[in-house]
């Protein structure tokens, strides 16, 4: 597709379940970007991928998260043992090698921890 | 540390109204300066940008000023449709890895 895509839309879990949600960037976006937005809160950074370079994990709130960029194209984020304090929208962005500043973003997935 | 503060919503205004939202930011030194807006249904998208001080970006009719001197970027138009309806968020970054976005104000223009 011409967009960032990004799966499910919608994810019920329970707690203590892990979860997986995936990211499909713009074909030849070298950049990408996950956030959480939380109920009033702005977008939380939570991990940056630059084409071959090791991942800023610096935005991980906890060993609970992790994410994967495998062939520098689709990422997976995956939250292990989930807590209703993880209960967000995860957005994906990514962004060309030119850098243009300019970020586009996925729809967002909406995680519920029950 | 960083951070971006703008004026929580919401927001409701008769079409052809003014409509100023205010966003200033804490940061050390001249980051990139940004506004998103989220459509319904839709992902985030850039809506303008400014890159340095003074400098003016503007799309759609919506215009915001880089203003060094009150670390602000408050974004304008004169004139709101209905289809400006949206969420729209004030971000900065230095480099490419340290967006930094606010919470969001979300817009409702009424007939």
């Known amino acids: 597709g011409a967009g960032v895509s990004q799966s499910p839309s919608n994810k019920v879990t329970e707690k203590g379940k892990d979860v997986e949600l995936r990211c499909d960037p713009i074909s030849g976006h070298t950049a990408l970007y996950w956030y959480r937005q939380s109920l009033g809160q702005g977008l939380e950074f939570l991990i940056y991928f630059q084409g071959n370079s090791a991942p800023d994990k610096s935005g991980l709130p906890s060993d609970r998260f992790s994410a994967e960029r495998t062939g520098g194209s689709v990422s997976t984020l995956t939250i292990q043992r989930t807590q209703q304090e993880d209960s967000a929208v995860y957005l994906c962005a990514s962004m060309p090698q030119t850098n243009t500043g300019e970020l586009f973003f996925g729809e967002g997935s909406r995680l519920t921890v029950l | ?111």
């Open chain 2, 1 to 111: 540390g960083d951070s971006v503060t703008q004026m929580e919503g919401p927001v409701t205004l008769s079409e052809e109204a003014f409509l100023t939202i205010n966003c200033t930011y804490t940061a050390t030194g001249y980051p990139s300066l940004f506004w998103y807006v989220q459509y319904p249904g839709e992902g985030l998208q850039l809506l303008l940008k400014a890159t340095k001080a003074d400098d003016k970006g503007s799309n759609k009719g919506f215009e915001a000023t880089y203003r060094k001197e009150t670390t602000s970027f408050h974004l304008e138009k004169g004139s709101v449709q209905v289809s400006d309806s949206a969420v729209y968020f004030c971000a900065f970054a230095w480099g490419v890895n340290q967006f930094y976005f606010g919470t969001g104000t979300s817009l409702t223009v009424i007939p």
